[in-house]
């Protein structure tokens, strides 16, 4: 297994395993496909974390971090994740996540949303976003809206903001 940054030539075989991977999926609007062609049109969309897994020349998973707005500072939405069914439970989808968030705390960016199972996203360390005074603009239940503090920082303070997304998560 190898992870790697995205490139055109693989734009086609990336709609696809996003498309398999939500059509199981517990939660999904069908579109997370789409959403994906549409976030790399837009300036949240940074070329170096938009990853594939690939096992030989296929590729079996994929993971998106893009640009937000939360206040004054600039983070990150983790969306989407998504590993082909058949390679799913074999940890691809952890391997992809911490190479992100490796790459994004090397690239200086302090914050990361996501909105998801906290069971699969706690391993990480994602907390509920609460606790860095991180708000959803969305009405979603507050234990599913998870942030990630990339940067120890004890004097933190809290950011009180409501997240501001890109237009292609706004419906
Ligand atoms: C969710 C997903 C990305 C996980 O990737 P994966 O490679 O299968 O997961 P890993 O092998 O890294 O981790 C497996 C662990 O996650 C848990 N897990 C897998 N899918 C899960 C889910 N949807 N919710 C909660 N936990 C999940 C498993 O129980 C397992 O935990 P354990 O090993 O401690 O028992 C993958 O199942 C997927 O693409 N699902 C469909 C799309 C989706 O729901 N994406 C997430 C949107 S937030």
């Given at each position: 297994?190898?992870?790697?940054?995205?490139?055109?030539e693989?734009?086609?075989q990336?709609?696809?395993v996003?498309k398999?991977a939500?059509?199981?999926?517990?939660?999904?609007d069908?579109?997370?496909?789409?959403?994906?062609?549409?976030l790399?049109?837009?300036?949240a969309?940074?070329n170096?974390?938009?990853?594939?897994c690939?096992?030989?020349d296929?590729?079996?998973?994929y993971?998106?971090?893009?640009?937000?707005k939360?206040?004054?500072?600039?983070?990150?939405?983790?969306?989407?994740?998504?590993?082909l069914?058949?390679?799913?439970?074999?940890?691809?989808?952890?391997?992809?996540?911490?190479?992100?968030?490796?790459?994004?705390?090397?690239?200086?960016?302090?914050?990361?949303?996501?909105l998801?199972?906290p069971?699969?996203?706690?391993r990480?360390?994602?907390?509920?976003?609460?606790?860095?005074?991180?708000?959803?603009?969305?009405?979603?239940?507050?234990?599913?809206?998870?942030?990630l503090?990339?940067?120890?920082?004890?004097d933190?303070?809290d950011?009180?903001?409501?997240?501001?997304?890109?237009?292609?998560?706004?419906?």
């Open positions: 297994m190898h992870i790697r940054t995205e490139r055109e693989d734009y086609s990336i709609y696809e996003v398999k939500f059509e199981k999926a517990e939660h999904s069908g579109n997370e496909q789409d959403l994906v062609e549409k790399r049109k837009n300036k969309y940074i170096s974390l938009s990853l594939v690939e096992d030989n296929k590729i079996v998973g993971v998106m971090f893009t640009k937000n939360i206040g004054k500072v600039t983070g990150l939405t983790l969306a989407p994740l998504a590993i069914p058949k390679y799913q439970h074999r940890r691809l989808g952890t391997l992809l996540v911490k190479s992100g968030l490796k790459i994004a705390k090397e690239l200086g960016y302090e914050y990361v949303v996501v998801g199972n069971k699969y996203y706690n990480f360390g994602f907390v509920t976003s609460k606790e860095f005074g991180i708000k959803s603009p969305f009405d979603v239940p507050s234990k599913n809206f998870m942030a503090n990339l940067i120890d920082n004890d933190r303070e950011l009180n903001a409501v997240v501001e997304y890109p237009k292609p998560f706004l419906k």
